[in-house]
């Protein structure tokens, strides 16, 4: 007999039972044995400072080191109208003044770290042309927050060099120069083409850049470089969908990258951040340029410290990996 009632009326599965899961069900209770003689209880009010003293100690604290990249030194200058170099040196007597032991830049981690990122690509590189899966694209990343949306392998430099009389940059974004550096070592080791022009193009917006490497039309290597969460979460998703065809990412979770990070200073009156990224960026393009493949303490350390460049010393220092936390399903940790 044909129903009198509308299809949106119908109810088409009478059965009401709700299968229990762990969202629902309160999980054992585990009595704790009682004292028979009670507990000692001691109230204390103590603020956080007193609180880290108290457990990490001065006596702990041998060495007090700060390392100084170039862009919040950027960052700085440029709001206190100060040059670059002036800026360095005075943040450097600025934590001496504090009791710092060693004010360190960053420039010869960075070189290490750039090398080291290149060696890794080449060799990712040649395992997937022999047919060996989840080598492509390599992603690189300065950022922390890289971690959970792309679970990012990344060489990071354990060395810094004392402060020099100049804060050094590197040809590229002002994120590090991480894919213009590796797209130059790759086309050299990789294709034997020396001195490459590398020139990103906007693609979607000036976050999402593309460069591509071509012989006789054929595509050799493509890379990218991609900031912002928005866009980082659409290449996620290409990735996951097999659609993503870059063989590199430099990927930085900041909108225009490590100049406009979270932590930087902000713009003045009515400047955008966008502009005030720009200002910073053409400082950052003025520096003297450091040739990782040139700098001798760099080497000086491959020979002496690490005992030449592909040595198990090398890859424990400089190699790290970031894996998924598995859920545990354990009967405290269920919400009910």
Not at 13 to 18: A, K, M, P, R, Y
Not at 52 to 78: C, F, M
Not at 252 to 263: D, I, S, V
Not at 304 to 332: C, G, P
Request: glycine share 6%; proline share 4%.
């Amino acid at each position: 007999m044909a129903s009198r009632f509308s299809a949106a009326l119908q109810i088409t599965n009478l059965d009401d039972f709700i299968t229990p899961s762990q969202e629902c069900i309160k999980p054992i209770e585990i009595q704790s044995e009682k004292s028979k003689t009670g507990a000692k209880i001691k109230i204390e009010l103590d603020n956080a400072t007193t609180v880290l003293k108290e457990t990490a100690g001065n006596t702990d604290i041998k060495y007090i080191v700060i390392s100084l990249s170039v862009q919040p030194v950027l960052s700085l200058a440029q709001h206190y109208e100060l040059t670059p170099e002036q800026c360095l040196h005075k943040l450097a007597g600025f934590f001496y003044q504090l009791g710092a032991d060693a004010v360190l830049d960053m420039t010869v981690a960075d070189d290490f770290a750039l090398i080291e990122a290149a060696k890794e690509f080449v060799e990712r590189y040649k395992a997937s042309k022999e047919g060996i899966k989840n080598q492509l694209p390599m992603l690189s990343s300065s950022c922390p927050d890289e971690i959970d949306e792309g679970k990012i392998e990344q060489p990071f430099g354990s060395y810094s060099e004392k402060i020099d009389n100049k804060l050094w940059g590197h040809d590229g974004s002002g994120s590090g120069g991480y894919a213009n550096f590796i797209f130059r070592y790759a086309a050299r080791n990789l294709f034997d083409q020396e001195n490459v022009t590398v020139d990103f193009m906007n693609l979607r917006n000036p976050d999402f850049q593309e460069a591509v490497l071509k012989r006789n039309d054929q595509v050799l290597l493509k890379f990218a470089i991609i900031n912002g969460f928005r866009n980082i979460q659409n290449m996620v998703q290409k990735m996951k969908r097999g659609k993503c065809d870059y063989d590199y990412i430099e990927v930085m979770a900041c909108p225009c990258g490590c100049l406009n990070g979270g932590a930087q200073i902000k713009a003045k009156g009515n400047v955008q951040p966008r502009e005030h990224a720009s200002m910073l960026e053409n400082i950052y393009h003025k520096l003297p340029l450091s040739q990782p493949e040139e700098n001798e303490v760099v080497q000086h350390l491959y020979q002496t410290w690490l005992a030449e460049e592909n040595t198990d010393k090398v890859r424990a220092y400089f190699s790290t990996q970031y894996h998924e936390i598995e859920k545990m399903n354990t009967a405290l940790a269920i919400k009910w």
